[in-house]
C-alpha cells in the first residue's frame, strides 16, 4: 500500500475477526469504502474449532476468517494485513495510522480488535490453552461433557466457572491453589458436591499433547481430562489516545466504553465484539458489528443530507 494513500475512506475497521468482518461486510454491501486493518492475531486462534456458531458449528477458526475476508471483498471492501499505532483527528474525521508508515484517512472508524488474554502464572497453562485448557462452557462445554475437569482457582471468578461447568460433568474438582476462598464461594461448591483441593499448584501436565492432570505441591498428579481457567482480559487503546478513547474496568479486565449501539464516547468513533463486550462469543460479536456498522451507515446518510441540504439551500439564496 502506497504510505500516502490519500482516498478518504468512508469507515476504517481496526480487527478483522467476527466483529471486524461482520462490521465490514455490512458496510461493504451499503456500498461505503470501507477498509479493514488486520494485525493477523486473533484470540481464538489455538482453538480446534468455533462452537454455537449457527450453520457453522465446529468451523476452524482460520476459515472462518478467511471465508469472511473473502465475502467482504466480495462486495469491494478492502482487508489488509497491518497494525494500526496512532490516530489523528482530521477535518475529514481521522488519519489512522499503520505500523509501516502508511496513513488511512477515515471518516469514521469502527474498532473490532478484541482483547489479550493474561493467562495465570502457573506451568503448562499456555502451552495447552485452547486445547486442553479451556475457559468458556458455552464454547468447549460439550466436547469435555462427563469428563474429569479441573477448575483452577486463580481468578475471582473461578468459583463462579466450576458451578458453570458442572452443567456439563458432575466429575468436577475445584483447585484453590492454597489461595483463601470467599465463603459464598464454598458454600455454592459443597451444594454441588464440587471438592476443593487446597494444595499449592506446581503445573498442568499433559502427556501427547493432551492434559493428564495437575501436579500439585507435595508432587501428586491429580488425574484430569480438561483444566479450566479464568483470564484476566486487557484491551489495547493507545493507538486512540490522541482522539481520547480510553478503557474502563469491567470485572474481568479492561474494556472500551460503548452504548448499546456500539458508538463510544468519542464522537465518530464505534466499538464491537469482545473489546467492548467480553461476554460475546463469536455469532454475538458479528452481530455486533453488524449492529454497529448500520449505526455508522445511518451516521453518514444523515452527514450527507445535512451537507446536501446546505448546498440546496446555499443555491436557492
Not at 115 to 136: I, K, N
Not at 274 to 296: E, L, S, Y
Request: proline share 5%; hydrophobic share 45%.
Amino acid at each position: 500500500m502506497d504510505t500516502h494513500d490519500r482516498e478518504l475512506r468512508d469507515v476504517v475497521v481496526v480487527g478483522g475477526g467476527a466483529a471486524g468482518l461482520g462490521a465490514a461486510l455490512t458496510l461493504a454491501r451499503a456500498r461505503r469504502r470501507v477498509t479493514v486493518v488486520d494485525a493477523g492475531e486473533p484470540r481464538n486462534a489455538p482453538a480446534e474449532g468455533v462452537h454455537g456458531l449457527l450453520a457453522l458449528d465446529g468451523v476452524g477458526p482460520v476459515e472462518l476468517l478467511a471465508r469472511g475476508r473473502a465475502e467482504v471483498r466480495g462486495y469491494d471492501g478492502e482487508v489488509i494485513d497491518g497494525e494500526v499505532v496512532d490516530t489523528r483527528a482530521a477535518g475529514h474525521g481521522f488519519d489512522v495510522i499503520l505500523r509501516d508508515g502508511a496513513v488511512l484517512p477515515t471518516r469514521t472508524l469502527l474498532i473490532g480488535t478484541g482483547v489479550t488474554d493474561e493467562l495465570p502464572d502457573v506451568p503448562g497453562v499456555r502451552e495447552q490453552w485452547g486445547h486442553g485448557v479451556l475457559h468458556c462452557p458455552y464454547c468447549h462445554g460439550w466436547e469435555v461433557r462427563d469428563q474429569r475437569i479441573g477448575i483452577l482457582g486463580t481468578h475471582p471468578m473461578s468459583a463462579h466457572q466450576a458451578v458453570l461447568f458442572h452443567q456439563w460433568s458432575r466429575s468436577i474438582t475445584f483447585f484453590s491453589g492454597g489461595r483463601p476462598i470467599e465463603e459464598q464461594d464454598r458454600l455454592h461448591l459443597a451444594a454441588l458436591g464440587i471438592p476443593i483441593e487446597e494444595r499449592g499448584l506446581s503445573r498442568v501436565e499433559a502427556d501427547g499433547g493432551r492434559v493428564v492432570g495437575v501436579r500439585v505441591d507435595d508432587d501428586e498428579v491429580i488425574g484430569l481430562d480438561a483444566v479450566v481457567v479464568a483470564t484476566r482480559i486487557t484491551v489495547r487503546v493507545e493507538p486512540y489516545a490522541a482522539i481520547g478513547l480510553v478503557a474502563v474496568d469491567h470485572p474481568v479486565g479492561t474494556v472500551i466504553p460503548t452504548d448499546e449501539f456500539g458508538a463510544t464516547p468519542v464522537p465518530g468513533v464505534w466499538a464491537a465484539g469482545n473489546c467492548a463486550d467480553p461476554m460475546a462469543q463469536v455469532g454475538g460479536a458479528a452481530a455486533q458489528g453488524t449492529r454497529a456498522a448500520q449505526q455508522i451507515n445511518a451516521a453518514l446518510i444523515m452527514a450527507d443530507l445535512k451537507k446536501a441540504i446546505e448546498v440546496h439551500d446555499g443555491a436557492r439564496v
